[in-house]
């Protein structure tokens, strides 16, 4: 967990520090150890293993954040640097959203405009101030689930499920006294099961279950295959974000 966390973890914090959206997609068979990559052991988010060594990469993610954020205002303690947190949570499953902060959203539409950007319109943000706060909401949260957080249930692989912090920051410049405000997104995602879900002999909803699950994990493939070749080779071309 720790190497995971210094391979990925460390880099998206700075990264969101910087200014940068930044996502990680646990991809990965049932039981290959995606749930417990993402947000660690069962009952690891309790209070009490919030330290342990087993603890997960969203746990340690908030714990440097918050921690970098402390640092960043003290060192930038003249330009009055303030940092604003918020968390969201949802599930796809079949192709629709769920807000697990709220689960009685069952079907939430996906909007985009030119200040935005895409967002998932009337998801429910929470503000978070500290480690305590991000695992509170992800307890009450990975509840909601179809299925429990961390149980191993066929269910839960059926599902992605995806952790948004947006975080914000205000700061006086010290020349003319001008605020400036910069805005970053993470994005920590536990996706459904990458077993090849059968088509054979599957009919009605398990048929199109797997049917929406092969499709958005493909579609996901190639849109990271795209975004690695055009960061390799710089050569710009079509971005097939919708699929
Ligand atoms: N690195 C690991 N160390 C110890 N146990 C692990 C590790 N990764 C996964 N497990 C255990 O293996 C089982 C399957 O992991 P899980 O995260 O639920 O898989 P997935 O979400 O990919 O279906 C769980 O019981 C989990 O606790
Ligand atoms: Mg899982």
Same mark, same amino acid.
């Given at each position: 967990?720790?190497?995971?966390?210094?391979?990925?973890?460390?880099?998206? =914090?700075?990264?969101?520090?910087? @200014?940068?959206?930044?996502?990680?997609?646990?991809?990965?068979?049932?039981?290959?150890?995606? #749930?417990?990559?993402?947000?660690?052991?069962?009952?690891?988010?309790?209070?009490?293993?919030?330290?342990?060594?087993?603890?997960?990469?969203?746990?340690? =993610?908030?714990?440097?954040?918050?921690? &970098?954020?402390?640092?960043?205002?003290?060192?930038?303690?003249?330009?009055?640097?303030?940092?604003?947190?918020?968390?969201?949570?949802?599930?796809?499953?079949?192709?629709?959203?769920?807000?697990?902060?709220?689960?009685?959203? *069952?079907?939430?539409?996906? &909007?985009?405009?030119?200040?935005?950007?895409?967002?998932?319109?009337?998801?429910?943000?929470?503000?978070? $101030? $500290?480690?305590?706060?991000?695992?509170?909401?992800?307890?009450? @949260?990975?509840?909601?689930?179809?299925?429990?957080? #961390?149980?191993?249930?066929?269910?839960?692989?059926?599902?992605?499920?995806?952790?948004?912090?947006?975080?914000?920051? &205000?700061?006086?410049?010290?020349?003319?006294?001008?605020?400036?405000?910069?805005?970053?997104?993470?994005?920590?995602?536990?996706?459904?099961?990458?077993?090849?879900?059968?088509?054979?002999?599957?009919?009605?909803?398990?048929?199109?279950?797997?049917?929406?699950?092969?499709?958005?994990?493909?579609?996901?493939?190639?849109?990271?295959?795209?975004?690695?070749?055009?960061?390799? #080779?710089? *050569?710009?071309?079509?971005?097939?974000?919708? @699929?």
């Amino acid at each position: 967990q720790e190497q995971m966390f210094q391979l990925v973890g460390a880099p998206l =914090v700075e990264n969101c520090l910087s @200014g940068f959206n930044s996502s990680v997609f646990a991809y990965g068979q049932t039981g290959s150890g995606k #749930t417990y990559t993402m947000w660690g052991p069962a009952n690891g988010l309790l209070k009490e293993h919030l330290s342990g060594d087993q603890r997960g990469l969203t746990p340690r =993610v908030f714990e440097r954040l918050f921690a &970098r954020i402390k640092e960043e205002q003290v060192k930038h303690a003249e330009r009055q640097l303030n940092y604003q947190c918020r968390c969201s949570l949802l599930e796809i499953y079949n192709e629709q959203i769920t807000d697990l902060l709220d689960p009685s959203q *069952k079907n939430l539409m996906i &909007r985009e405009d030119v200040k935005s950007g895409v967002y998932v319109e009337n998801l429910t943000e929470e503000y978070v $101030n $500290n480690l305590g706060d991000v695992s509170q909401l992800l307890i009450k @949260g990975l509840g909601n689930r179809r299925t429990g957080a #961390t149980s191993v249930n066929a269910e839960s692989s059926r599902s992605h499920c995806v952790f948004t912090c947006v975080v914000e920051s &205000r700061c006086k410049n010290v020349a003319d006294g001008l605020s400036s405000f910069k805005t970053s997104r993470i994005n920590l995602v536990d996706l459904a099961g990458s077993e090849r879900q059968k088509l054979t002999g599957a009919a009605g909803e398990r048929l199109k279950e797997a049917g929406n699950i092969n499709r958005s994990l493909s579609q996901l493939g190639n849109l990271i295959n795209i975004l690695a070749e055009i960061s390799q #080779t710089g *050569k710009p071309r079509h971005i097939p974000y919708r @699929g």
